[in-house]
């Protein structure tokens, strides 16, 4: 009895692969609808970078919520349009943007897979090694959270690899609506696309340009897709400009240090351009911040393609309109690391520079890995020389897809007091939370209600958002550190503060979020130096204010003003 497909069973392992992919859908639909191990619904399960984008949705329903929000306008401005009417024409269909998000991945998922086994049966032409090349490429985006994440960045794998796919066919039908649609949500991949559509007017052996009708009428088309796309997303930041350049970066301590919230330098705290998350020319497969070496593997993951690229190069040739196969290598290659170099030399002024090559070189390293291997396997199987060697590699390959497909990391995450969110939810719109905890963060998407600030939403490249999300973390840590009655006065008035959340550890032990710590370093340190030299005024009258007691301690701010010992407790 076979357990595998026959060698030329293209049926056979694109249906193992689309089961696979099945089996994987069910366990994340589990994970993001359920409470792990239990058949207990969990409707306050959220992606991590969700939270941020989903900020304003409470808008959907109501354009007057939030009104006048910081962190509302603010995300929905650099939301792209259609990233906001997709979500909009979904919550008409009654599909509610929580849920949405959740289901959102799934067709993502298929789409990703779908495309991968075409770019890769046309690559190999061996129903073998294009499943080995489509599911290791599978196995990457499912521990990588971006198409989890229901954020313009989920679109970025899925609609390069749909580009892809029409590249390697040349299909113009199929990359122009591709390339806007990229546009629309994901400017920096469209980008890399277009110059990698712009590439294959090129041959190779003999070397010629060509100035075809086709090529002016298919590059102009792009390059209008593109733009047209891109040019209204640009415009939406302008009011909250002026945007962080690399200078001003190394001088904000949130920034400036390799564990920092928003990092631009590497572990040894100057800027690293090979790898770095959000400056650095590698895909970060292996974090780079978790060693000062994971650059190494993360360049050895990238020697198949950089080894398909070359031969391609080498040795093979190419002519305008013919089947690029491996040259497609050479071109994400050359595409991804001049819009690398531009965006490092403009810096930040065209999105962070790693997201030129780690969203487009990550997809088909992948595939080249899998293209080699999956290749190397086959020929060794159809010349029947199986040794030691193919038991170990194939046997390896098996273990590390199931893995892979039983194991997706979508970077889920739920509030730790579900009842302080039910508590929230039910205050009136007119409610405005303050406060210091990481609980925060989830405030604003799960509830619509105004939140001050949050670590989760501290992103500092637009400065006219940064700079007053800033100042309101600080006062907020101020405020609940000082021992004097009035710096809480202050905060509460300035802001409009009906109801402040911190965390019960800090009630009970004065212990402050660390992740706090990353984003605002010196107002924190001063906060822990206040709150060492005994209890803060907060502290000292929250026991007669509180409106909800759990893990987030919820206190009624009026409460807290009228008397250092507390009051009421009534809130809204």
Known sequence: M?????????????????????????IYLYLAFFVPGT?????????????????????????????GDLLADYWQSVGPWAYRMLFTVANMLGLEHLVFARLLPV?????????????????????????????????????????YSATPRAFSAPLLLVFLDGLLRNRGWQ??????????????????????????????RPFRIDFSLRTWVLCGLGAIAVGAAVIPLAGATEGWRPTLTISDALGMENMNTGLARSAVVGLSGKVDLVCQARTGLLPEIVPCWSTRWAWLPNMLLLVPMLWLAFAAVRRGSFRVDGEPGNFIYAWVLIAGIAWWAVAVALAFSLHLPSRYTQRTLSVLEFIAIGQVAGMWLDARLRAGAIDARVYAGGGLLAAFLVASF?????????????GAIARIDSLPDSAVIGGVSEELDFIPALTGHRTLASAEHSIPYHMGYFGPLRDRLEDALAAVSSSDQAALDEYVEKYGVTVIAVDRAFLMQGTLPERWDLVVPAAFRAAQARLARGPSALRRAAPGCIIHDGELMLLDAACLGRSPQGGSGEAG
């Open 2 to 26: 076979m357990i595998l497909p026959a060698l030329d069973d293209e049926r056979g392992w694109r249906t193992l692969l689309f089961a696979a992919t099945g089996v994987t859908a069910l």
């Open 39 to 67: 058949l207990t619904y969990a409707p306050l399960t959220i992606q991590d970078d969700a939270r941020q984008f989903l900020t304003w949705m409470a808008r959907l329903n109501d354009p007057d919520a939030m009104r």
């Open 107 to 147: 067709p993502l998922l298929f789409l990703s897979v779908w495309m991968a086994w075409r770019i890769a049966l046309a690559l190999t032409q061996r129903p073998l090694a294009a499943f080995a090349a489509a599911a290791l490429l599978a196995g990457f985006v499912l521990h990588e959270d971006s198409i």
């Open 175 to 204: 990359m122009i609506p591709t390339l806007f649609v990229l546009g629309l949500l994901y400017p920096t991949t469209a980008l890399v696309a277009l110059t990698m559509m712009g590439l294959s007017r090129v041959g190779w």
């Open 406 to 418: 039983l194991s997706p990391t979508p970077g889920l995450t739920r509030p730790a007091d579900p």
